[in-house]
């Protein structure tokens, strides 16, 4: 399996602890359809290893069992190109398990880079961080899932991005578009 | 309903004619998910109108109670923000129908715009589409589903866009994630 372009740069699709609609911390459903786009997006921008989190069982074991299906199963053979997307994907059970298995695995702990659908005090901007992943570091994105990341998440990562602005207030994008818009914007090539 | 602020420009997501894997023009199928990802991406762009293209009148059927039962269905109170993205979305039959309603409605002919996995001969760049998308027109981005618009629709487009580079040789997007990309490479506010 060839090296991508950015693998030193992991993501996190985080199912828990996230809000729901109405504020409270709750595990978040994983969809199907987030753990293929996200799979595809990341392999695109060549993206390290894609975790997706959740500590209940059952959705671990849908997860992983759509993973060897593509992977090794009839699908592999069926489309490979989604096989190859879902090489680098797994599932986890938490994000301090996601940060042990990138520390064990690459020998240094990650600088964690979380997004946030609203401003926030110390969010900083694209074209830092485009300068910042320059460096020769683990580094790894988290994304939240539901209505967004729970706050001590938010509080102890080491970097927070400044929410995607459209052309409007309106912003609920779905995940699968954030992680896209937000690879986009700091691996893209734009010509 | 306000006014976005790129309301002169429209996106149509083609289900007929595409190919599919095999080479084969198709009618490929509508998925819901496609409907409500265009339709918050494009909301949050402020992109004038969304038509879902299909001539399958049963797809079409699907389509109409989707985007009823989020604009005035139990939907509507239970998450205003999915019927807000939905305000603007609608079904139709062809690419000419879209050409032709967009004319009747705005009172001038679109100019089309194609989006393509592969490299074309006439096809420009992103800072040059920018600059087009300011002129006081109406315009008509046209994604392809399945395995992209067939090719007399690319022939006759008055522009076709780069494809998206990632890092990677692998182009496999989702067709949620091509659109949520370029939206915001042409509209997005960057910082």
């Known amino acids: 399996m060839a090296e991508g372009a950015h693998s030193n740069i992991h993501l996190a699709l985080v199912h828990f602890p996230v809000y729901n609609k109405a504020g409270e911390v709750v595990v978040s459903s994983v969809t199907t359809l ?3 786009d996200s799979s595809r ?3 695109t921008y060549g993206i390290g290893a894609l975790y997706i989190v959740t500590p209940l069982k059952t959705q671990q074991n849908l997860v992983g069992r759509i993973i060897s299906h593509w992977k090794t199963g009839h699908g592999a053979t069926y489309n490979p190109t989604r096989k190859e997307a879902l090489l680098k994907t797994q599932v986890i059970n938490s994000l301090e398990d996601v940060i042990a298995d990138i520390t064990e695995r690459f020998g240094q702990k990650p600088k964690t880079i979380v997004t946030h659908a609203r401003e926030h005090s110390r969010s900083i901007g694209y074209e830092g ?6 460096k ?3 580094y790894l994105l988290v994304f939240g899932t539901g209505w967004g990341l729970e706050q001590n998440i938010i509080r102890k990562a080491d970097f927070v991005l400044n ?7 309106y912003n609920h994008l779905p995940v699968r578009a954030a992680i ?3 690879l986009d914007r700091l691996f893209g090539v734009l010509r």
């Open 34 to 36: 987030d753990v293929h």
């Open 41 to 43: 997006i990341c392999r």
């Open 129 to 134: 961080m485009r300068k910042e992943l320059k």
């Open 136 to 138: 020769e570091k683990q």
């Open 163 to 169: 929410p995607i602005k459209g052309s409007e207030e």
């Open 180 to 182: 896209a818009i937000i």
